[in-house]
């Protein structure tokens, strides 16, 4: 069956730093989200992105976060200038079309240090 | 807007049992789409049921059925044959047309399922 693969599973960084998370969605999805769960809460909606921009983003998604899609394959969340609460599970999903139900990966475990 | 609760922080139920998990939501969508997500210890978010709000039937996925009370608002899951391996996090979520496609996620409910 189909996955979303992120990589990597675990980071570790310090305050202040970038880091980039990285997902590779399932080839026909066209779809492509970023949501973060900080450790004993509730799932978060960050970003959605179709046809190579941005089409959602929630009040989270301020100016030190980025997303882009280089190439046809990859889908990354950058971070510019970590923080303590930045912290969390961050999820990459995607989806054929919008109310089929996303396909989420296993997650980058982003610890700031 | 959209909103989605779940008032049931934890539960427990005995393996080969049946339990029900309690979800509640609010939204101005007239079209929207319903779910429930397994979170086991692994953290990966994996899909159980898939609930279209415009169909009044009731969604079954083998031992995963949902009742959809549309009027109430309600979204409730049923594991029949509880297995030591549904031992994870559930949460509910919603999608709706003008939301575009975010889902939101209600607080989660912890089933454990003892031996």
């Known amino acids: 069956e189909p996955e979303v693969t992120q990589t990597p599973s675990h980071q570790v960084t310090q305050m202040g730093q970038e880091v980039i998370l990285r997902c590779v969605p399932i080839?026909?999805?066209?779809?492509f989200y970023w949501y973060r769960q900080i450790l004993g809460q509730k799932v978060e909606f960050l970003v959605s992105f179709y046809n190579n921009e941005i089409s959602e983003k929630s009040e989270i998604f301020d100016d030190q976060f980025s997303v882009e899609r280089p190439d046809g394959s990859n889908f990354t969340l950058k971070i510019r200038s970590t923080k303590l609460e930045d912290s969390a599970m961050y999820f990459c999903?995607?989806?054929?079309?919008?109310?089929?139900?996303?396909?989420f990966g296993s997650g980058t475990r982003l610890t700031v240090v | 807007a959209q909103t989605v609760t779940q008032s049931q922080p934890e539960m427990s139920v005995q393996e080969a049992e049946t339990v029900t998990l309690s979800c509640t939501y609010d939204t101005s969508e007239n079209n929207y789409y319903l779910f429930w997500y397994k979170q086991p210890p692994s953290r990966q978010m994996i899909l159980v049921i898939r609930?279209?709000?415009?169909?009044?039937q009731n969604a079954t996925e083998n031992r995963f059925s949902v009742n959809f009370q549309k009027a109430a608002k309600s979204f409730s899951l049923k594991i029949s044959d509880s297995q030591l391996g549904d031992t994870a996090m559930y949460f509910c979520a919603s999608s709706g047309e003008t939301s575009g496609s975010r889902l939101t996620f209600g607080e989660g409910t912890q089933l454990t399922v003892n031996p």
């Open positions: 080839s026909n999805h066209l779809y």
């Open positions: 609930q279209e709000a415009y169909k009044q």
């Open positions: 999903a995607s989806t054929p079309y919008t109310d089929y139900g996303y396909t």
